[in-house]
């Protein structure tokens, strides 16, 4: 993960708003003997007395959940819009092109879940992703017993205690204005992801480039 200070996002909310938005994680750890495992599933976010906490769920007797019963140490990875950022539409093209990305990592130790506190992150899971809609057919409590009875046997619950949060919000921070202006005026052209990382780059022009003072890039790298 990069380290630059330009590139990291300060405020505690926007992070935790970035993950809400995509929730939809890669999660990744190993045997103890080394080898790697990762699968990609939805997670909640909590918060208890300042902490902050990860829950999902995996299918049980998975190469995954066998690795993380071994070794408990995992990373999630939650990933936002990205995009192409063309070295032509800089002020000094001379230099190397590069991705516009965000993304935030999570390090923390799976603890599993009992049944019944499986059964209570699952009513809150499909409830979230419901909308609220407890008339939903979907939302666990409306779910017919024989479904259940052959489902909750077959996957785990996990929480994770974020122990390390580190974050990559990589939005052409590092350029000059009129370099910045343009990106996010090719990216809007372009639409899609691109148009969302526009997006975002706007919300942080003022904050970038305040009115009346003079732009100063030497303590950026090129």
């Given amino acids: 993960m990069y380290h630059f200070s330009y590139f990291k996002e300060k405020d505690k909310q926007t992070i935790l708003n970035f993950i809400e938005e995509n929730p939809f994680a890669f999660m990744t750890g190993s045997y103890l003997s080394g080898g790697q495992v990762a699968t990609q599933i939805p997670l909640l976010l909590k918060e208890r007395n300042g902490e902050l906490f990860l829950q999902g769920h995996l299918m049980r007797n998975t190469d995954h959940h066998k690795a993380f019963i071994e070794n408990p140490n995992a990373l999630l990875v939650f990933t936002g819009p990205s995009c192409y950022v063309s070295a032509s539409w800089y002020s000094n093209p001379q230099i190397g092109s590069t991705w516009n990305y965000m993304s935030v990592h999570i390090g923390g130790k799976v603890n ?50 974020a122990d390390k949060i580190e974050n990559v919000f990589k939005l052409s921070q590092n350029r000059d204005e009129k370099s910045y202006n343009n990106i996010i005026s090719k990216l809007e052209e372009q639409g899609g992801s691109s148009a969302l990382i526009a997006l975002e780059m706007r919300k942080r022009k003022v904050e970038l480039f305040p009115p009346g003072v003079e732009w100063d890039g030497s303590k950026f790298d090129s």
């Fill in 112 to 161: 599993f879940m009992s049944n019944d506190e499986l059964i209570e992150f699952m009513r809150k899971l499909t409830l979230k992703f419901e909308k609220g809609n407890t008339q939903s057919l979907t939302f666990y409590d409306n779910l017919p017993d024989q479904f259940l009875n052959k489902m909750i046997p077959a996957i785990v619950g996990f929480e994770i205690k």
